[in-house]
């Protein structure tokens, strides 16, 4: 046992010698003092572990020292102190602990009971040592966590962008658990106008949930921009996960694209509860069940993606909620439940819907707090479509002194490219990092796709247009396109794309030639899109965005031409439009 520091105070000097030689002779240290002035100032200088007092003195009794070293002890912790007393009265007794001491002994003193006690405190001193080097700690982890909460609540209010959320297309609701949330909204226009949504939710909440997000979001955001095929973003997007966090973490999510100009909306639903499309009324007309594993369940290798394809009649809007929704418990243990959910959608306007169910909830909580993190995210699929010339996304200069930089190349795809590549995206970075007019990006990735989806459909893969008529027509044309695509075994497609700069006027060419046997294309030559039909939108929108279109051969070559003045500031898109 450790040697105690004792301070014995009482005003007999005989006494005070007795007990400092008997409890030297156990093995520790005692101060003996006259008086409580002199303990007091004794205890402000020197650090004791216990405190002898004795209860009648003159100037500063003991309790009224007791009483001052209780004061002097909140700054530096709690020790015993133990009175000293003649008195044997339980009046007395009484007197003592009511003025913070810790035990009585009655004089004329057993030294062996004074023993047994000095071995008590001893023992809760040194636990009360330890519960304050445990409390010490706890507060330094809890800086700790308080800081790592702030910095990653500060990384996941960047990581949202905010400024995409809130979009006049886009409410959401996102209610966490904890402090940090474990559930991520995401939302980001491509450069060819399609509008990409996200809501991930990982495994538990807070901020290990949160933390597993942050690499999701940097490539969610990065692929979407450039307008990659959801398909291709889930594949990235799994091995990010299993590339950057724990194997027994994963991440449910729901991914959406919208395309104003087709009025379709594609979803790829890996683990989520149901996304579902309602009309303006809140009446469900499609949902978007589960298909998929959650991202970094399977390795990159067995990992299939299935997606759902629709077209979108007006005013359709499409919801997005995690299951921390609809599993939000009251206190009697009953979830919110699904019904519940699409009751208070469709209990009035759409447009309002979130709020509904956001005090629904609230209501069914009953002041319980949420086990899990509470999100859903409403999509107006009435998006605008982004005009000719508008720029979505910043790119790096591409002219030099004001002239727009001349480039050329030439790019001939074989069937097995055709199978496996997300081609519209991998080729306008390309020609972006050749030096493709910035101002001309929108356009370029909107006739590019366009002219390849024209060349691999209808040139390679023979699918006519009329699968798409009805309202079931585009899942058929879907679903034809993706079998018919898998067995592709020949075929190519040429690219010719030029980009021609001169004073005299810029000129950027985009020609698509492919192999198939080609069609009638006279008699197409002059045709536009009606409203009522479900194709031909493709061709309208190329010849709208271009200064020309010119089709070759037996109709297998299409050359779009977008042609704009040098003169720094025109309005290039006046030109086309």
Partial sequence: MRPLSILAIDDDPLIGMLIAAYVQRLGHAV?????????????????????????????LDGLDTTRALREMQQARGWLPIIMLSGGTAIDEQVLALNAGCDD????????????????????IARMQQQIAGQHQQLQHYASLEAEERRICSFLMERLLHREMLDSQHIKYLLQPAAEVSGDLLLACTSRNGDVYVMLADATGHGLPAALTLIPLSQAFYAMAAKGFQLDTIARELNHQHRSYSPSDRFVAATMARYNPYESSI???NGGLPPALLIDSQGQVLRSFRSHNLPLGILPSHEFICETETVQVAECSHLLLFSDGLIEAENPTAEPFGFAQLQQCVAAGA???????????????LQGAIAHDDLSCLLLDCRAP??????????????????????????????????????????????????????????PFSLILRELITNAVDHGLLGLGSGLKDGPEGFERYVLARIERLEAL?????????????????????????????????????????????????GLQLVRRLSSRVEIHGRGNRVTALLCWDSIPGTKAAERFL
């Fill in 266 to 268: 594609e979803v790829w």
């Fill in 489 to 537: 075994t020949s075929g190519q497609i040429q690219l010719d794309i030029c980009q021609v700069g001169s004073p005299q006027g810029n000129q950027l060419s985009i020609g698509v030639t492919d192999s198939g046997p080609g069609f009638d294309w006279p008699g197409l030559k002059n045709s536009t899109a009606a409203p009522s039909l479900y194709h031909g939108r």
């Fill in 104 to 123: 009585f002994i009655a004089k004329p003193i057993n030294f062996q009971i004074l023993e047994a006690k000095l071995n008590s405190f001893w023992r």
């Fill in 385 to 442: 479509a982004v005009s000719a010339g508008t720029q979505l996304e910043p790119a790096p200069a591409a002219t030099t002194s004001g002239q727009v930089q001349s480039w050329e190349f030439n790019l001939c795809l074989q069937a097995e490219q055709l199978r496996r590549l997300d081609l519209e995206p991998l080729l306008t970075e390309f020609c972006n990092t050749l030096g493709l007019d910035p101002q001309r990006q929108g």
């Fill in 31 to 59: 101060v003996h003092v006259l008086s409580g002035e002199q303990a007091l100032l004794r205890y402000a200088e020197q650090a004791f572990d216990l405190v002898l007092v004795d209860r009648q003195m003159p100037g």
């Fill in 350 to 364: 759409v447009a309002d819907c979130l709020e509904r169910v956001q005090a629904a909830v609230l209501k069914h």
